[in-house]
């Protein structure tokens, strides 16, 4: 099961970043202990710098109580909040990404907008980033378009069940770069929880509810 904004992504890098190791409460606790412990007995630790010390250490266990108290709030708007997630299910909705899943021959529906008119070259990546299908779509207007791929590679070979993605190289008329934002679009059929983080289940696909940018009544078939 593919969850958005996990796994390869066309174009983009993501650097990591360290964690930063933070002075806790029992990190703090156990400083002022060994402190007094290795204190030099002809020379006591100062009673005004200690009781300055034992201050700190009061400040430091409320704002643990405020920090406890605060994620306990988080905690419950979030399930309130997670609740509305069903009302997804049976609807169709569109998020901001570039990737396509085919399944049993069949392709969920995607997108993508041009900011000007232009001369649309779509190119289709498998997992692996290797191109299987460039698709001249001609010139098209400024707005929304659907993908235009028949799901067969350059060979005229229809491609396997998987995850594909698409990039656009869009030109004007003279020759310059078109900006361009890719969709994917399709409907949910059911809400499932990693963890305690809610995902919507589109095909074979997780997408995180705040990935959402629009929502409509699915089609009933006649």
């Given at each position: 099961m593919l969850i958005e904004?996990?796994?390869p992504t066309y174009g983009e890098t993501s650097?990591?970043?360290r964690p930063e190791k933070k002075l806790g409460r029992d990190e703090f606790l156990n400083l002022l202990i060994t402190q007094l412990k290795?204190?030099?007995?002809?020379?006591?630790?100062?009673?005004?710098?200690?009781?300055?010390?034992l201050a700190q250490f009061s400040s430091l266990e409320q704002l643990f109580g405020v920090n406890e108290t605060l994620a306990d709030i988080q905690e419950s708007l979030s399930v309130r909040e997670n609740g509305n997630v069903l009302d997804y299910i049976g609807k169709v909705v569109k998020t901001n990404n570039n990737m396509i899943f085919i399944?049993?021959?069949q392709m969920d529906s995607s997108a993508y907008t041009l900011e000007g008119r232009a001369s649309v070259t779509i190119f289709i990546y498998n997992y692996?980033?290797?191109?299987?299908?460039?698709?001249?779509?001609?010139?098209?207007?400024?707005?929304e378009h659907d993908l235009a791929w028949d799901g067969?590679?350059?060979n005229g070979d229809m491609v396997g069940d998987g995850i594909y993605g698409f990039e656009l190289d869009a030109r004007d008329e003279d020759g310059l770069v078109v900006p361009y934002n890719t969709y994917h679009s399709g409907e949910v059929t059911g809400v499932t929880?990693?963890?305690s983080i809610p995902y919507l289940m589109?095909?074979?696909?997780?997408?995180?509810?705040e990935n959402i940018i629009e929502v409509r009544k699915a089609v009933s078939a006649q």
């Open positions: 904004g996990i796994g650097p990591y970043t290795h204190q030099n007995p002809l020379k006591p630790l100062d009673s005004g710098e200690f009781a300055a010390q399944k049993d021959g692996e980033g290797v191109e299987v299908r460039r698709v001249y779509a001609g010139w098209k207007d400024a707005g067969r590679d350059n929880y990693q963890g589109i095909g074979n696909k997780l997408v995180a509810p």
